[in-house]
């Protein structure tokens, strides 16, 4: 039964549902704020070509100067393998601690999102109040599965024909089986 019990925590559990509920309400809140920000857009594009024009010449002179940075770096770089693979070592240090950092800012997020979502649920669920407090909650049930072992299929067998004064049974057929060794040994 721990498979059932499994399936019964995960379909009562609504934190997806919430979450869910919540990340759509936050897109429609994004939405809402399109239209604005395209008029915004829309009346300072002339200004956002010249600034685009600007960033661009200064974009190639930082490539020329950062050309010149990378070919002193190389030309610079420790010869020593210790030393280098101490700098790589540290480096994964630092990357192993970012993606833990990131992976907390996730949780904290899906969990952000999954009260968003809650407070959503709850003021459209019909029966809520008026200042938007939940309903009580159904309890969500789960019949459990009753699992079925295979069951093998005899073939069915040939009804033997009626004979005329005995009642010798005909003959069986070979099945494909012992039909495809006899075949194979002839």
């Known amino acids: 039964m721990p498979i059932t019990d499994e399936i019964k925590k995960t379909l009562s559990d609504p934190t997806p549902l919430y979450a869910l509920a919540?990340?759509?309400d936050l897109a429609y809140e994004k939405l809402r704020e399109v239209p604005g920000r395209v008029e915004a857009l829309a009346a300072d594009r002339k200004?956002?070509?010249?600034?685009a024009t600007a960033t661009l010449q200064e974009a190639q002179s930082l490539l020329t100067g950062a050309q010149a940075k990378v070919t002193e770096t190389v030309t610079g770089m420790p010869t020593d393998l210790k030393a280098l693979q101490e700098r790589a070592q540290g480096f994964a240090l630092q990357q192993?601690?970012?993606a833990v950092e990131l992976a907390v800012k996730a949780k904290e997020t899906y969990d952000e999102l999954a009260e968003r979502g809650k407070v959503v649920v709850d003021k459209a669920r019909p029966g809520a109040s008026e200042e938007?407090?939940?309903s009580e909650r159904p309890e969500l049930?789960?019949?459990?599965?009753?699992v079925v072992?295979?069951?093998e299929v005899a073939e069915p067998a040939e009804?033997?024909?009626a004979a005329e004064g005995g009642a010798e049974p005909a003959p069986k057929k070979p099945s494909r089986a012992r039909k495809g060794a006899a075949d194979a040994a002839e």
């Open 159 to 161: 009804p033997a024909p």
């Open 141 to 146: 049930t789960v019949e459990p599965v009753e």
């Open 96 to 98: 192993v601690a970012r």
């Open 149 to 151: 072992e295979p069951v």
């Open 22 to 24: 919540g990340a759509g």
């Open 47 to 51: 200004g956002a070509q010249e600034k």
């Open 132 to 134: 938007g407090e939940p």
